[in-house]
């Protein structure tokens, strides 16, 4: 299932999902409805709790949003010249985000800091810009 939501309401999202551990099963609501078009790849969750997950929009690549935990680090990618920003986010209280929105693509956001070992944590990746809102993928596990 895909969301459809504003870029603070990603972050909020990801808060309540991390805080309560809740499915995620909720529609766009009054949010605006984010690009179309829009495809998750989703890699496997590595034997070091890594994960990467690929966006591509009308079958061109975009880019990635990943999670390496050898480092802590959460990156978003975004290598098309389509308005659009990637945003990538570990579901951390508060929520880790590294985005590209606001930047000319090719570019590519780092954010790391030093999470206790061996915990789990969602991590989902979104695309969009403040007027179309933007388009999330599922949420999927990850590990420090």
């Not at 309401?9 to 984010?34: D, F, K, P």
């Not at 709790?49 to 935990?69: F, H, M, P, V």
């Not at 680090?73 to 010249?81: E, G, I, M, N, P």
Request: aromatic letters at 10%; one cysteine or more.
């Amino acid at each position: 299932m895909k969301i459809s939501l504003g870029r603070k309401s990603a972050q909020i999202l990801g808060t309540v999902v991390a805080t309560a551990g809740l499915v995620l099963s909720i529609g766009a609501g009054t949010a605006a409805a984010g690009p179309s078009g829009v495809r998750f790849d989703v890699g496997p969750k590595l034997s070091d709790g890594s994960r990467e997950i690929d966006i591509y929009l009308n079958d061109r690549y975009a880019g990635y949003g990943k999670w390496t935990a050898n480092g802590d680090t959460l990156t978003a990618h975004d290598s098309l010249a389509d308005g659009y920003g990637i945003g990538a986010y570990l579901g951390t209280s508060p929520v880790r985000e590294a985005g590209t929105f606001g930047y000319s693509s090719p570019f590519t956001r780092n954010v790391g800091g030093d999470l206790p070992e061996d915990r789990s944590y969602n991590f989902w990746v979104c695309i969009g810009n403040n007027s179309a809102g933007l388009t999330c993928s599922n949420v999927y596990g990850v590990t420090s």
